[in-house]
């Protein structure tokens, strides 16, 4: 088992070097080699899982180097769940990518999307927060090529916006880090665990800035309000396959702030007392509730799902800002079902566009297209979801949040803008599927048909299987809410008692730095020896 | 030593700061490199600093300067690098396609030529 953890890393990225370097000029190849690696991807992403499922923390230790001074990759529950939705989804995500021909529209995309996947990969293993930044880079700079994959000026522009956004948030998380190493000397996250618990109440103000400093980082990642403003204009420009995938981006900076601030900056910490609890849960209900505003003011079908993104990411933050374990575990099964319905309703926007001709995915009545009753079905099985009515997964989730939030103080705030957020989306989503689906026949009467307009296509096979196997991955997540809830109220105590996770990482032995160079130990030794040294 | 250094920092990130709020491609990419020079000082620095002494932890060295840091801001270099020349293709590509090197959303109704004559500034 033991090289096995660092395989969904080192995997992605051998496939994507392979890809650019002997599969430049060989389409179908690529397509092959794509989906196999990821496949492949997932098998060992749903070993990997199995194994920390008993609660098992996995270490691998970089070139046998003992943490804090090795780079140290840790597999618990949390970090496996993750990467096995990132595998899942990125297997459905890539048949409809290859099914589209939205891979073809631009070179490198397996290769990008490969990259991009291995540095999701890194960041949810990584037990090192500078790695975290080093694979944040990884995930981004792919991001960057798929978001801008099949060009255009829009998509260039909004491209353009998305790269300063993330660089800026880039430069923060590293000014985070220097003051992070500046006040604790360390920068493994189970270290650090152990020595800011340590800090005297007094010296705690560049830690506390720290903390702070390290929580917007993640906030941008996640869109949180008010720095949200990358994510509607990219998400809607960015092609179909490639902001179905980046369902998971958000997800990572939900992630990370889960993990910090449970591991590091622990909620009963005394240094860090009142700084991000009290305001984490307030700017979540917020954007909360401007995304599903958005959803209801939305002109494109596509904003219209970029928004609902603020707003279910809101939903998740609120229910992370409690920083219960109730909380926490609530969060990880809204994380899970809203990365899928995003995905899901990302690419169902996608096949709407591609059919209705000139009139895209804005929300104008157009003459209804092929095929169109399947995918009204599927949309509006994922609007549910999304809204979180009844019987989809969206319900459950939103129930949980719900309960997790009766031991706060500010339990009405929650209950009111999350049910009234909802009502608000519930009619955003009708309002845009009625006007997409089904004032479509009103159009073609009074219209005429005109076949270059609206090209005859029949869905395609294999993007409705992408999208049917999303929305059997909610339904299954709905069906087996029980024991889905049970393991992640395991991993969310795993998270709140980070002794064992603290005690792998820094109690297993590895090659150890001494003072000076090993080598030259054992050749003083050795020197010693044949003097008939002393001891 | 430490006021150079702190001084420096923060005219660095100001500057880079204000040059990124000028929304034309140009400077917020100017912007973002002293940023990114701003942010790499500041790593420098917080392994302490320590003037002519080895970077090396021995036996019987007494004083020395932390390592790390130079290996994170050698990290953070390349990455900046990196980033900063794909930042520089992706904006040559947005004013190539759309004639236009604003950052920000175009006001609705205001096409490319007029934002020109309307602009802030000496752009």
């Known amino acids: 088992m033991t090289h096995w953890t660092i395989a969904p890393v080192v995997l992605p990225a051998m496939m994507a070097a392979f890809m650019v370097l002997v599969l430049r000029h060989q389409p179908v190849l690529q397509r092959v080699f794509s989906f196999a690696g990821t496949v492949t991807l997932l098998v060992i992403a749903a070993a990997l899982f199995w194994n920390a499922s008993d609660g098992t923390v996995t270490l ?281 319905v995003t995905a899901a309703l990302f690419l169902l926007v996608d096949i709407v566009r591609e059919r209705r001709g000139a009139r895209g995915s804005d929300l104008v009545a157009a003459p209804p297209f092929t095929g169109a009753a399947l995918i009204a079905g599927l949309f509006f099985a994922s609007a549910i979801a999304m809204a979180g009515l009844p019987p989809l997964s969206g319900f459950v989730g939103k129930l949980l949040i719900l309960d997790a939030a009766f031991d706060d103080p500010r339990v009405w705030w929650v209950w009111a803008v999350i049910l009234s957020s909802s009502l608000v989306a519930v009619v955003g989503f009708a309002r845009a599927g009625s006007t997409i689906f089904w004032k479509s026949h009103a159009a073609a009467e009074t219209e005429r048909r005109d076949p270059e307009l609206v090209p005859p296509l029949a869905p395609p096979v294999l993007p409705v299987i992408a999208i049917g196997g999303l929305i059997a991955a909610l339904v299954a997540l709905t069906v087996l809410a029980g024991p889905a809830q049970r393991f992640l109220s395991a991993t969310s105590e795993q998270l709140f008692s980070p002794e064992a996770y603290v005690t792998e990482v820094m109690e297993t032995p590895g090659k150890e730095i001494t003072h000076g160079y090993e080598y030259d130990a054992e050749l003083e030794a050795e020197a010693e020896t044949d003097a008939g040294g002393h001891d | 030593m430490e006021l150079l250094m702190a001084s420096a920092i923060g005219v660095l990130t100001a500057a880079g700061v204000y040059l990124v709020l000028r929304l034309r491609t140009f400077p917020v990419i100017i912007g973002t490199s002293l940023l990114s020079y701003a942010v790499n000082v500041f790593l420098f620095a917080s392994g302490r600093l320590v003037v002519n002494q080895p970077p090396i932890l021995r036996d019987g060295v007494e004083s020395y300067t932390d390592p790390l840091p130079q290996a994170l801001v050698l990290t953070a270099i390349v990455i900046s690098f990196g980033m900063t020349a794909v930042a520089v293709m992706v904006a040559l590509a947005a004013y190539l396609s759309s004639n236009d090197d604003h950052v920000d959303d175009q006001p609705a109704g205001l096409g490319p030529s007029i934002r020109g004559d309307s602009d802030r500034g000496d752009g």
């Not at chain 1, 720095?227 to 939900?254: D, N, Q």
Request: net charge neutral; charged share 10%; hydrophobic share 60%.
């Open chain 1, 60 to 340: 691998y230790q970089l070139g046998d180097w003992a943490a804090p001074f090795g780079i140290v990759l840790v597999a618990d529950r949390l970090a496996t769940l993750f990467v096995l939705l990132t595998a899942l989804l990125a297997v459905l995500v890539l048949l409809y990518a290859i099914g589209s021909g939205w891979d073809m529209r631009g070179r490198h995309f397996h290769a990008l999307y490969q990259f991009q996947l291995m540095g999701l990969m890194g960041a949810f293993l990584t037990g090192d927060a500078f790695n975290l930044f080093v694979f944040f880079e990884v995930l981004l700079i792919a991001s960057y090529g798929l978001m801008i994959h099949g060009g255009g000026p829009e998509r260039f522009r909004v491209g353009l916006q998305y790269v300063v956004f993330n660089l800026l948030g880039s430069t923060l998380f590293l000014f985070a880090l220097g003051t992070i190493y500046g006040e604790t000397g360390t920068l493994n996250m189970a270290d650090l665990s152990q020595r800011i618990a340590e800090i005297p109440a007094d010296r705690s103000a560049g830690i506390r800035v720290a903390a702070v400093l390290l929580i917007m980082v993640f906030a941008v990642k996640a869109a949180l309000l008010p720095l949200h403003f990358w994510l509607p204009s990219a998400y809607s420009e960015a092609p179909a396959p490639v902001a179905a995938l980046f369902a998971i981006m958000t997800k990572v900076g939900a992630y990370a702030i889960i993990r910090m601030y449970t591991l590091v900056f622990p909620p009963d910490l005394a240094l860090t007392q009142g700084l991000f609890g009290a305001w984490l849960l307030p700017a979540a209900l917020v954007s909360c509730a401007i995304g599903m505003i958005g959803v209801l003011g939305a002109r494109g079908l596509d904003r219209l799902v970029a928004f609902s993104v603020v707003g279910s990411m809101g939903m998740l933050l609120t229910a992370v800002g409690l920083f219960t374990p109730a909380g926490i575990s609530a969060a990880l099964y809204y994380a899970i079902h809203s990365t899928l």
